[in-house]
């Protein structure tokens, strides 16, 4: 994404991971389900990865947006191995997040909400892919013969 976004022209490749990602919310939190988000504070990764797009369209599919779309669920950019620290301080009353860091956020206590599977298309989506620059890949077409898409 940091490429696209700096205009690198890029070569998808391949997908390299489906989904795994996790809706945990933190032990003590009144969060029982994507509703019971509203007024909270959740936490991603980062602004623009595929969990808090994730996030975004949980709270759409359920009536509600985030802060920056007029809404009133705050989205919390932290990286996954803070959050354990962010839950246990209350910082965050939930966080969608991928694999292993959902796993770690429930030995803590959390709360599991939402799996990958009620996410997205049962959980059949590609959340990592590898890319490649269009230069790399003219100068080596061979490597690159199956290449998805152009960007």
Do not use: F, S
């Given at each position: 994404m940091n490429a696209f976004m700096q205009g690198v022209p890029l070569k998808i490749y391949a997908g390299a991971?489906?989904?795994?990602a996790v809706l945990?919310?933190?032990?003590g939190s009144d969060v029982e389900d994507v509703p019971g988000l509203s007024g909270a504070a959740v936490a991603v990764p980062t602004r623009g990865s595929t969990q808090d797009i994730s996030l975004r369209h949980l709270l759409h599919?359920?009536?509600l947006a985030?802060?920056?779309?007029?809404?009133?669920?705050?989205?919390?950019?932290i990286n996954p191995a803070d959050m354990p620290a962010a839950f246990s301080t209350g910082q965050v009353e939930a966080a969608?997040?991928?694999?292993?860091?959902?796993?770690?956020?429930?030995?803590?206590?959390?709360?599991?909400?939402?799996?990958?599977?009620?996410?997205?298309?049962?959980?059949?989506?590609?959340t990592?892919?590898?890319?490649?620059s269009t230069e790399y890949a003219e100068q080596h077409p061979e490597a690159c013969a199956d290449c998805w898409l152009d960007t």
């Open positions: 991971a489906k989904a795994g945990v919310a933190r032990e599919e359920n009536g985030a802060t920056d779309e007029g809404g009133d669920v705050t989205i919390v950019p969608l997040v991928q694999e292993p860091w959902g796993v770690v956020l429930e030995n803590q206590g959390g709360k599991l909400i939402v799996d990958e599977r009620g996410i997205w298309a049962d959980g059949d989506y590609t990592t892919v590898l890319v490649v």
